[in-house]
Protein backbone atom coordinates (compact mmCIF):
# COMPACT_ATOMS: atom_id res chain seq x y z
CA UNK A 1 0.00 0.00 0.00
CA UNK A 2 1.13 3.66 -0.55
CA UNK A 3 0.57 6.17 2.28
CA UNK A 4 -2.53 8.65 2.21
CA UNK A 5 -0.11 11.46 1.62
CA UNK A 6 1.51 9.83 -1.61
CA UNK A 7 -1.94 8.42 -2.88
CA UNK A 8 -3.52 11.91 -2.71
CA UNK A 9 -0.41 13.29 -4.59
CA UNK A 10 -0.63 10.59 -7.19
CA UNK A 11 -4.59 11.23 -7.33
CA UNK A 12 -3.70 14.80 -8.51
CA UNK A 13 -1.29 14.08 -10.96
CA UNK A 14 -3.12 11.72 -12.36
CA UNK A 15 -6.46 13.82 -12.63
CA UNK A 16 -4.64 16.59 -14.16
CA UNK A 17 -3.15 14.24 -16.83
CA UNK A 18 -6.35 12.45 -17.56
CA UNK A 19 -7.88 16.02 -18.05
CA UNK A 20 -5.02 16.40 -20.88
CA UNK A 21 -5.33 12.98 -22.39
CA UNK A 22 -5.58 13.25 -26.00
CA UNK A 23 -8.25 10.66 -26.22
CA UNK A 24 -10.75 12.19 -29.55
CA UNK A 25 -10.99 8.69 -31.33
CA UNK A 26 -11.96 6.43 -27.82
CA UNK A 27 -13.44 9.04 -26.00
CA UNK A 28 -11.65 7.09 -23.18
CA UNK A 29 -9.45 9.40 -21.12
CA UNK A 30 -6.79 8.00 -18.71
CA UNK A 31 -3.95 9.27 -16.74
CA UNK A 32 -1.30 7.34 -14.80
CA UNK A 33 1.16 8.79 -12.11
CA UNK A 34 3.83 7.23 -10.59
CA UNK A 35 5.64 7.85 -7.43
CA UNK A 36 9.24 6.89 -8.69
CA UNK A 37 12.25 5.72 -6.37
CA UNK A 38 13.71 9.08 -5.93
CA UNK A 39 10.11 10.32 -4.35
CA UNK A 40 9.45 11.74 -7.57
CA UNK A 41 5.93 11.48 -9.23
CA UNK A 42 5.60 11.16 -12.63
CA UNK A 43 2.63 11.44 -15.06
CA UNK A 44 1.59 10.42 -18.33
CA UNK A 45 -1.77 10.66 -20.13
CA UNK A 46 -3.29 8.28 -23.30
CA UNK A 47 -2.05 10.10 -26.56
CA UNK A 48 -4.21 8.63 -29.40
CA UNK A 49 -3.73 8.94 -33.10
CA UNK A 50 -5.83 8.87 -36.14
CA UNK A 51 -3.42 5.65 -37.32
CA UNK A 52 -5.39 4.25 -34.73
CA UNK A 53 -2.74 1.38 -33.51
CA UNK A 54 -0.08 4.40 -33.36
CA UNK A 55 -2.20 5.66 -29.49
CA UNK A 56 -0.20 5.04 -26.39
CA UNK A 57 -1.28 4.13 -23.40
CA UNK A 58 -1.32 6.39 -20.45
CA UNK A 59 0.78 4.01 -18.36
CA UNK A 60 3.68 4.10 -20.90
CA UNK A 61 3.54 8.36 -21.11
CA UNK A 62 3.99 8.07 -17.48
CA UNK A 63 6.93 5.26 -17.47
CA UNK A 64 8.57 7.30 -20.47
CA UNK A 65 8.51 10.60 -18.50
CA UNK A 66 9.97 8.82 -15.72
CA UNK A 67 13.01 6.89 -17.05
CA UNK A 68 14.14 10.31 -18.62
CA UNK A 69 13.98 12.04 -15.89
CA UNK A 70 16.32 9.31 -14.49
CA UNK A 71 14.26 7.14 -12.18
CA UNK A 72 14.23 3.52 -13.05
CA UNK A 73 11.97 2.26 -10.02
CA UNK A 74 8.42 2.29 -9.42
CA UNK A 75 7.46 2.51 -5.41
CA UNK A 76 3.68 2.93 -6.86
CA UNK A 77 1.37 3.88 -10.11
CA UNK A 78 -1.76 5.07 -10.09
CA UNK A 79 -4.05 4.60 -13.28
CA UNK A 80 -7.75 7.28 -13.50
CA UNK A 81 -9.31 6.19 -16.32
CA UNK A 82 -12.60 6.00 -17.48
CA UNK A 83 -15.67 7.89 -16.29
CA UNK A 84 -17.01 8.25 -12.04
CA UNK A 85 -19.04 5.34 -11.21
CA UNK A 86 -18.16 3.78 -14.27
CA UNK A 87 -19.50 -0.32 -14.01
CA UNK A 88 -15.88 -1.71 -14.51
CA UNK A 89 -12.87 -0.39 -13.11
CA UNK A 90 -9.82 0.13 -15.62
CA UNK A 91 -6.74 -1.85 -15.02
CA UNK A 92 -3.44 -1.24 -17.51
CA UNK A 93 -3.78 -3.56 -20.82
CA UNK A 94 -1.59 -6.28 -20.70
CA UNK A 95 1.03 -4.57 -22.49
CA UNK A 96 1.43 -1.93 -19.89
CA UNK A 97 1.47 -4.70 -17.10
CA UNK A 98 4.54 -5.36 -18.41
CA UNK A 99 5.54 -1.90 -19.42
CA UNK A 100 5.49 -1.72 -15.15
CA UNK A 101 6.79 -4.88 -14.47
CA UNK A 102 10.36 -3.67 -15.87
CA UNK A 103 10.85 -1.13 -12.95
CA UNK A 104 9.02 -2.73 -10.30
CA UNK A 105 8.52 -5.15 -7.88
CA UNK A 106 6.09 -7.81 -7.94
CA UNK A 107 4.48 -6.29 -4.31
CA UNK A 108 4.23 -2.66 -6.00
CA UNK A 109 1.03 -1.30 -5.52
CA UNK A 110 -1.52 -0.94 -8.39
CA UNK A 111 -3.74 1.71 -7.44
CA UNK A 112 -7.30 1.86 -10.09
CA UNK A 113 -8.63 5.01 -9.97
CA UNK A 114 -11.69 6.61 -11.45
CA UNK A 115 -12.51 10.19 -11.47
CA UNK A 116 -14.42 9.85 -8.04
CA UNK A 117 -11.38 8.30 -6.55
CA UNK A 118 -10.09 5.01 -5.69
CA UNK A 119 -11.73 1.73 -6.14
CA UNK A 120 -8.96 -0.93 -6.32
CA UNK A 121 -5.56 -1.50 -5.17
CA UNK A 122 -3.40 -4.95 -6.80
CA UNK A 123 -0.01 -6.05 -6.42
CA UNK A 124 1.43 -6.36 -9.63
CA UNK A 125 1.89 -10.11 -9.53
CA UNK A 126 -1.97 -10.17 -9.17
CA UNK A 127 -2.13 -8.86 -12.42
CA UNK A 128 0.78 -10.18 -13.68
CA UNK A 129 1.30 -13.44 -12.23
CA UNK A 130 4.19 -16.46 -13.83
CA UNK A 131 5.61 -13.57 -15.43
CA UNK A 132 8.99 -12.33 -17.30
CA UNK A 133 11.07 -9.76 -16.51
CA UNK A 134 14.68 -9.05 -16.11
CA UNK A 135 16.07 -11.24 -13.69
CA UNK A 136 15.60 -14.05 -16.64
CA UNK A 137 17.74 -12.35 -18.42
CA UNK A 138 20.79 -12.50 -15.78
CA UNK A 139 23.16 -15.35 -17.15
O1 LIG B 1 -5.10 1.15 -18.71
C1 LIG B 1 -5.40 1.72 -19.77
C2 LIG B 1 -6.46 1.32 -20.59
C3 LIG B 1 -6.72 2.05 -21.73
N1 LIG B 1 -5.95 3.11 -22.06
C4 LIG B 1 -6.26 3.91 -23.25
C5 LIG B 1 -5.84 3.33 -24.57
C6 LIG B 1 -6.82 4.02 -25.50
O2 LIG B 1 -6.32 5.32 -25.82
C7 LIG B 1 -8.07 4.19 -24.66
C8 LIG B 1 -9.13 3.14 -24.94
O3 LIG B 1 -8.60 1.87 -24.87
O4 LIG B 1 -7.64 4.11 -23.33
C9 LIG B 1 -4.90 3.52 -21.27
O5 LIG B 1 -4.23 4.52 -21.55
N2 LIG B 1 -4.65 2.80 -20.16
ZN1 LIG C 1 -1.67 -0.11 -21.93
Not at 51 to 61: D, F, I, L, N, R
Not at 80 to 100: D, F, K, N, S, V
Request: with cysteine; hydrophobic share 40%; aromatic share 6%.
Amino acid sequence: MSDPVELDALIAAARTARENAHAPYSKFKVGAAILGGSGRIFAGCNVENAAYPQGQCAEATAIGAMVTAGDRWIRAILVMGGEAGAEEICTPCGGCRQRIREFAALETPIHICDPAGLRRTFPLERLLPESFGPTNLVF
